[in-house]
């Protein structure tokens, strides 16, 4: 009651009191006088309200100073009151306080009830509660009369009131519905109520009154949420309380049940409801946040209607069929779902682990009939948002098989289908496309249909049912990985294949137009062949960019599948356009096409005619604008980022990533060309497939560029916002799962990985430090993703070691990191830093085995070869105190010094522990090729800095650790052997890449490290006469092994051929860079030590004399290397020179080119060794060494002053000393050869071999200063002067093992080249070939006819020599065989018999390459056969 003014009645009571003085002397008069006022005044409903209004202690002195309290005044009432009508007080209470509740609760301003009060009602109602509260303290309030009273009131109950009364506990909710009259009418009341109320808190906008309705709103629903779910699951334990109690549970079930069908009622209509209604059903999902019931319900009870819900929502309204399934189940994936169904998926889903909502799943598909639409929108959600519900629904597919062939049972096998197609619409990244699972499941015998007949008849009827429901794709994979079938029961799989075709003609999808890379796992529609192609064009053109060749799939479309190649590939390829002045990569691929007969030549001439056409229409149009491409789409990829990486940052969001990250999925589908509603993402080539880069230029289109650096960009700008909050092991899965998002986008994998060695190889050292930080964190979860990463194939060019090998992403990301500059050499020591720091501590919470399995071991090599070659503070041995850790954050401070970073990551502990693992050890043959790869001029260490390094790192760290640490366990061979493998393994690549350092191609510094060990070998106790033992020429057993050992597997002979030619090159040039003495050993024979050469010998006669260019004789620099070795290692013997003796008169037997070359450079040679001999021992010449100067001498005096040329034991030899004379003379003259004696025609035959030779050299040389016509015409000479001595020069042409005597000897000598162009040589003679030869020789014609056909071989072979520089005419080797030819036939009538009689073995050979010319020896040898049996018979 107020009083004038409105005043309460606690005011006038303490205005009367501060007035004047109470006249009423105790609190009983006082308390007698208020009652009479109060009976004859006062409404006691209205009092009720009053007396809680002023319960605040506003009153400090007065009636309250004098002790009288608003709780006593009402009592007084309200007893007064009850005893005179004669009822219970507390009933007269509750009946006044459901009388105000109901005046409260009408507001006349709003005729129809809400479920929220307004300010003012809701500040008269907790007046009231107050007091109402106060009575029950003072047990003079009856609940139940209260409870039966509430649903009397004429209108229907507020929401907002129930709850006040629930939320102070005058009445609870559940109390309330016990005494409802009944259950349906309060099932009724609540559903409208709480609808209500969810429409009234959806609605509502941001002003300050609203929000604090929408927080009251929720805090309502919240509430009652809990009581309906305690009294609508409650335990066995909590019942059989009241009977009453089971009307509550059915009231809380029942309004549970209405309100989700409200939630999918709404679902199924959200395209038509308008916002507000959809913003009210989501208001009602917050009821299953699981947090919510935290500590308010029973564990089991929270579990159960979870179980409940997922159970309804996927068995409500189950009205489709399996065929509508199938027809419609893409526009069910996780990105066209209905955003509420999957948000309360979602919500569902988190109260059960992956593994239970599984068995959830499994049991309802099992057990109900069920809505396939919910069903597959559930598979959808689960494969998305759970990492781990691939790997389930696989063996949930297995499961299905295996019931549905062990039952024959339709329902298993048509859910096994459907969930693995839903599962595949959701990407690769989450799961196989369902072209995989299909091969998986029946492409191979051993598959649930390969067990029977049975079985694969009741395969082959579940598709054939299919068919006619059918989407082209799923028939294209049926038909293009059909299931495995035995030979005898292959006719009913041609039935089915034969009807899915008829299906396919149907839907207007020819097989034939079918894409060369189309996915057929694509979920959608057939896309138009006009796209295909076009899409088939875009990656074909990746694939020739990259290889530089035409793709395989290319080249079989255009032989087995013609009118897709005609009628569309081309096409789509030649569509016109300006060309550009440099050719591009579509130009070059048309050219090769073109040139490859792929191309009808009238279709690319219309092809260039629309080019020029088009670019004259250009030219005169004014504007010239060319079409760009749609900036929409990379706009709606963008926007997805910037809200992904807001979720980032966010803890409370993170359950909302992969739902995110599904929209970027689906947006980047687009920004690539894929996001019609009628096409899926299609991807491009199968799992299995390589990505091909070409490292030194990675191509990259402008699009797929675009798409690429806004991932990327993306990505590093979450991993900073999120790291600027949290260290990376508190980052959350966002940034994994969105590498693994972009892995599982197969046609985005060629680009991102052209685009990262574009980034890291090409541009490393110009990045910024937070580019680095992003990259380096990029390429970690890069790695984390491998499995969904096909294999590498990256093109280094010439240089590449191993063309074409396959490497897995973390060893191509690794491979970029290349360290040669030191440029390069910081950014790499940046780059490995952060990514190591990174990877330490996002799994840092990993167990080792799990750790050990995500850590590159490229990266912690790297690591191990940077840290200790550019810290010196590293290479010391580590204390065990412990080290603080690098601090991810810390990384990010412009000032932070990357070395003292990398030295902190490298005391670590961890790092330390890591370094032990096997698998993480860089060896020591890894540690050389990587600093083989530095350039010396561009290093960051100085010439000493560097040879400081290098010490410590042999002699230190790898020489004495153990082999299973990558050393050498302190075995200096070993060390040698290693160095050398090392060393010419870096040369090929140098060499093969034209990053030559210079002539030879040698680390020169490395080459030094080698020296200084193979000196220190030799180091050793000296052999004591009579020991067994003798010293191993190490060097040559390691260049032979290496030969026997690491010859190429892949390529053409010529290619292995020209692999070992340059391998013996680097043989060459590293035993120049070794000490002489390294070719020579020393061992004991009897009581005296000798010289050892027979390793070198045998090194020179298998390899070394192949790589001469002239084919006789060792270069000059490593003959002349050799005899300073012969001199130097004499030093070791008794008598040097019988030492030197003995071991050059073994060369005349066991290696004669050592002293054909002693002769070809004795004048270069005599001037070294006679200054060697004379300063190591003083002494004449050693007796062998002498020998040879004298040959030389008198060859120079025969020429010059006319004497005599002494006749000799070794005619080879000294035929090698006089034309090596004759090559200093000029000009040569004929009358030379005219005076030598009678005795000479060995020493002429060696001097026509050595000139045949020279002949060749020529030809295969020019360069090296023989000329080929000079040589020709001293060979002609000489064999003019043979034949007019009669002498039988043709044995000269035999084979090594058939020649006699001399001949042998020089075969041996010649390079197995020189030997194979023989032919070429001998039939270069034949103007000087008289008639006479063909009587006096009886071998000549089978000589002739076996040069003949080596000559054929040759030029089959490929290996004719090309014209000479001079005059390319001549020479010709076509011209060359055809000569030679025509002098066969012309020479075979003129033979006598026993001449044709010699070539029967050869005419088998003949036949295969000269069919003519071996008839026409058929024809004369017959005659000849006959004529020798008639001279028999006339024996007799």
Same mark, same amino acid.
């Given at each position: 009651m107020a009083g004038a003014g409105g005043r309460s009645w606690r005011d006038l009571l303490a205005g009367r009191a501060r007035k004047r003085r109470s006249p009423f002397g105790s609190t009983a008069e006082l308390q007698g006088a208020a009652l009479q006022l109060l009976d004859q005044h006062q409404s006691l409903a209205e009092l009720l309200l009053e007396v809680g209004d002023s319960a605040k202690p506003c009153v400090q002195d007065g009636a309250e100073h004098r002790g009288v309290s608003p709780e006593s005044f009402i009592v007084s009432v309200l007893q007064e009151q009850a005893s005179k009508l004669g009822v219970p007080t507390a009933t007269l209470a509750a009946k006044n306080a459901i009388a105000k509740v109901e005046q409260i609760c009408q507001d006349p301003a709003s005729p129809s009830r809400v479920p929220l009060l307004n300010s003012d009602q809701r500040k008269r109602l907790t007046c009231l509660l107050q007091t109402v509260k106060d009575l029950l303290a003072n047990n003079m309030f009856c609940r139940s009369l209260f409870c039966q009273d509430m649903w009397k009131m004429k209108g229907p109950l507020v929401l907002e009131a129930v709850w006040h009364l629930h939320s102070c506990d005058i009445v609870g909710l559940a109390e309330l519905l016990d005494r409802s009259p009944a259950g349906p009418a309060a099932v009724e009341w609540l559903c409208s109520s709480l609808c209500g109320l969810c429409e009234q808190a959806g609605d509502t906008s941001c002003g300050d009154t609203s929000c604090g309705d929408t927080e009251l709103a929720q805090r309502i629903l919240s509430d009652f949420a809990i009581v309906f779910v305690q009294h609508g699951f409650e335990q066995p334990s909590e019942l059989g309380r009241k009977v009453e109690s089971q009307k509550v549970a059915y009231i809380c079930r029942a309004v549970l049940q209405r309100m989700l069908a409200w939630v999918l009622d709404a679902v199924g209509k959200e395209k038509q409801e308008d916002v507000s209604m959809v913003q009210a059903v989501r208001f009602w999902l917050n009821v299953f946040h699981v947090p919510l019931y935290a500590s308010a319900a029973h564990p089991d009870s929270l579990r159960q209607f979870f179980r409940h819900t997922l159970t309804e929502v996927l068995t409500y309204n189950p009205v489709l069929k399996v065929s509508d399934a199938i027809q419609m189940q893409k526009e069910w994936s996780f990105t066209r779902t209905s955003p509420l169904l999957t948000a309360l998926y979602r919500k569902l889903l988190v109260a059960f682990s992956v593994k239970e909502s599984m068995c959830q799943l499994q049991q309802v598909l099992e057990t109900r009939e069920v809505n396939w639409q919910h069903v597959l929108s559930c598979v959808s959600t689960l494969v998305v948002c759970q990492a781990e519900a691939g790997q389930l629904f696989k063996d949930l597919l297995s499961h299905l098989l295996l019931k549905a062939f062990g039952n024959y049972d339709m329902e298993n096998m048509i859910t096994a289908f459907l969930i693995a197609r839903q599962a595949a619409l959701e990407g690769p990244a989450v799961f196989m496309p369902y072209s995989e699972w299909f091969k998986a499941s029946f492409g191979n015998a051993g598959g649930h249909h390969g067990s029977s007949k049975k079985s694969l008849v009741f395969l082959l009827e579940f598709l054939s049912e299919l068919v006619p429901f059918e989407a082209a794709p799923y028939l294209k994979v049926h038909i293009m990985f059909p299931p495995c079938v035995p030979g005898k029961h292959r006719a009913l799989l041609l039935e089915y294949i034969t009807l899915a075709r008829t299906r396919l003609a149907d839907l207007q999808v020819a097989i034939e137009d079918m894409g060369l890379y189309e996915d057929l796992s694509a979920p959608e529609e057939a896309v138009q062949p006009q796209a295909q192609a076009l899409r088939d064009v875009e990656k074909a053109l990746q694939i020739f960019e990259s290889s530089r060749k035409i793709p395989t799939s290319v080249i079989e479309a255009s032989i087995f599948r013609r009118p897709y190649y005609t009628s569309w590939f081309l096409p789509a390829l030649l569509r016109p356009r300006v060309l550009p002045k440099t050719p591009d990569g579509r130009m070059a691929f048309i050219d090769s096409l073109k040139r490859a007969d792929k191309i009808p030549s009238n279709l690319y001439s219309t092809y260039l005619q629309a080019c020029h056409a088009m670019k004259e229409k250009v030219l005169q149009d004014a504007s010239k604008a060319e079409p760009s491409h749609p900036k929409e789409p990379l706009e709606q990829l963008e926007a997805e980022l910037a809200e992904l990486r807001t979720l980032a940052v966010q803890q409370a969001q993170w359950e909302e990533v992969a739902a995110q990250l599904a929209l970027v999925s689906d947006r980047l589908r687009g920004a690539l060309g894929d996001s019609s509603e009628d096409n899926e993402d299609n991807e491009a080539a199968p799992c299995s497939s390589r990505v091909r880069v070409a490292v030194p230029a990675p191509g990259l289109s402008p699009c797929p560029q675009r798409v690429v650096d806004l991932l990327l960009t993306s990505f590093c700008q979450?991993?900073?916002?999120?790291?600027?909050?949290?260290?990376?092991?508190?980052?959350?899965?966002?940034?994994?799962?969105?590498?693994?998002?972009?892995?599982?986008?197969?046609?985005?994998?060629?680009?991102?990985?052209?685009?990262?060695?574009?980034?890291?190889? =090409?541009?490393?050292?110009?990045l910024g430090a937070a580019h680095i930080l992003g990259l380096a964190a990029f390429v970690i979860h890069l790695s984390e993703c491998r499995a969904l990463i096909p294999a590498v194939e990256a093109d280094f060019g010439p240089s590449q070691a191993v063309p074409g090998k396959a490497l897995s992403v973390s060893e191509y990301w690794s491979s970029l990191l290349v360290c040669r500059t030191e440029e390069s050499f910081v950014f790499c020591l940046r780059f490995c830093t952060a990514a190591a720091a990174y990877l330490m501590c996002k799994f840092s919470s990993c167990s080792r085995e799990e750790f050990c399995a995500l850590v590159p071991p490229g990266l912690i090599k790297k690591l191990q070869f940077l840290v200790p070659r550019l810290s010196s503070e590293a290479r010391a041995v580590l204390c065990e105190e412990a080290q603080s850790a690098l601090s991810w954050s810390s990384l990010s401070c412009p000032s932070l010094s990357y070395r003292r970073a990398s030295l902190c990551l490298w005391r670590q502990a961890a790092f330390q522990e890591l370094l032990k693992e096997k698998a993480f050890q860089l060896s020591f043959r890894e540690w050389l090729l990587l600093e083989l790869e530095v350039c010396p001029d561009k290093d960051i260490l100085s010439a000493a800095e560097r040879q400081d390094f290098h010490h410590w790192a042999i002699y230190q760290r790898y020489l004495p650790a153990p082999s299973a640490a990558g050393g050498c366990d302190g075995d200096l061979e070993k060390a040698c052997g290693v160095i050398l493998n090392a060393i010419l393994d870096s040369s090929h690549r140098l060499e093969l890449g034209g990053r030559a350092r210079s002539r030879t191609s040698l680390s020169p510094e490395i080459l030094c490290r080698l020296q200084e060990l193979v000196l220190e070998l030799?180091?050793?106790?000296?052999?004591?006469?009579?020991? %067994?033992?003798?010293?191993?020429?190490?060097?040559?057993?390691?260049?032979?092994?290496?030969?026997?050992?690491?010859?190429?597997?892949?390529?053409?002979?010529?290619?292995?051929?020209?692999?070992?030619?340059?391998?013996?090159?680097?043989?060459?040039?590293?035993?120049?860079?070794l000490p002489a003495s390294t070719l020579v050993t020393l061992c004991w024979r009897g009581n005296r030590a000798v010289l050892d050469c027979d390793s070198f010998f045998c090194f020179v006669n298998s390899e070394l004399k192949n790589v001469s260019s002239r084919g006789y004789a060792l270069s000059f620099d490593i003959t002349a290397h050799f005899f300073r070795g012969l001199l130097s290692a004499s030093l070791d013997c008794e008598d040097a020179a019988e030492g030197v003796s003995e071991a050059l008169a073994a060369c005349q037997t066991k290696?004669?080119?050592?002293?054909?070359?002693?002769?070809?450079?004795?004048?270069?040679?005599?001037?070294?060794?006679?200054?060697?001999?004379?300063?190591?021992?003083?002494?004449?010449?050693?007796?062998?060494?002498?020998?040879?100067?004298?040959?030389?001498? %008198?060859?120079?005096?025969?020429?010059? %002053?006319?004497?005599?040329?002494?006749? %000799?034991?070794?005619?080879?030899?000294?035929?090698?000393?006089? =034309?090596?004379?004759?090559?200093? =003379?000029?000009?040569?003259?004929?009358?030379?050869?005219?005076?030598?004696?009678?005795?000479?025609?060995?020493?002429?035959?060696?001097?026509?071999?050595?000139?045949l030779l020279d002949l060749i050299s020529a030809r295969i040389a020019p360069k090296e200063g023989v000329d080929f016509q000079t040589s020709l015409e001293w060979s002609l000479q000489i064999l003019q002067c043979l034949q007019g001595r009669g002498t039988a020069w043709p044995l000269l042409f035999h084979s090594a093992e058939g020649a006699p005597g001399?001949?042998?000897?020089l075969h041996r000598a010649a390079s197995q080249r020189h030997t194979r162009l023989l032919p070429l040589a001998f039939y270069s003679l034949i103007p000087s070939f008289q008639q006479e030869l063909l009587q006096q020789e009886p071998t000549f014609l089978s000589v002739a006819l076996q040069m003949y056909i080596q000559l054929l071989q040759l030029f089959v072979e490929g290996q004719v020599l090309p014209q000479s520089d001079q005059d390319h005419t001549e020479h010709d080797p076509l011209e060359l065989i055809s000569a030679a030819r025509q002098f066969l036939l012309g020479a075979i009538p003129q033979c006598p018999a026993r001449s044709l009689g010699n070539i029967q073995p050869l005419l088998s050979t003949c036949e295969e390459l000269d069919p003519e010319l071996a008839a026409t020896l058929r024809h004369f040898c017959r005659p000849a056969v006959d004529v020798e049996l008639e001279e028999e018979l006339e024996l007799f």
């Open positions: 979450t991993l900073l916002a999120a790291s600027s909050f949290n260290p990376p092991d508190r980052q959350g899965p966002c940034l994994s799962l969105l590498v693994r998002m972009m892995c599982g986008h197969r046609n985005v994998l060629p680009a991102l990985l052209a685009r990262l060695c574009q980034l890291l190889y =090409h541009q490393g050292p110009s030799r180091c050793r106790p000296k052999l004591l006469p009579g020991c %067994s033992a003798a010293q191993r020429a190490l060097v040559l057993e390691l260049l032979q092994g290496r030969l026997a050992g690491t010859e190429p597997e892949q390529g053409s002979a010529l290619g292995q051929q020209l692999w070992r030619q340059q391998e013996l090159l680097l043989h060459r040039r590293v035993l120049l860079g290696c004669p080119v050592v002293l054909l070359s002693a002769a070809l450079w004795w004048p270069r040679l005599e001037p070294a060794l006679c200054c060697q001999w004379k300063r190591l021992f003083g002494a004449p010449l050693a007796g062998e060494l002498a020998r040879l100067r004298g040959w030389h001498s %008198s060859g120079t005096r025969f020429l010059c %002053s006319g004497a005599a040329f002494p006749a %000799s034991d070794l005619p080879w030899l000294s035929a090698a000393f006089l =034309h090596g004379a004759l090559l200093q =003379h000029s000009p040569r003259g004929t009358e030379a050869l005219h005076r030598l004696g009678t005795g000479a025609e060995q020493l002429l035959v060696a001097l026509l071999f050595f000139s001399m001949f042998h000897v």
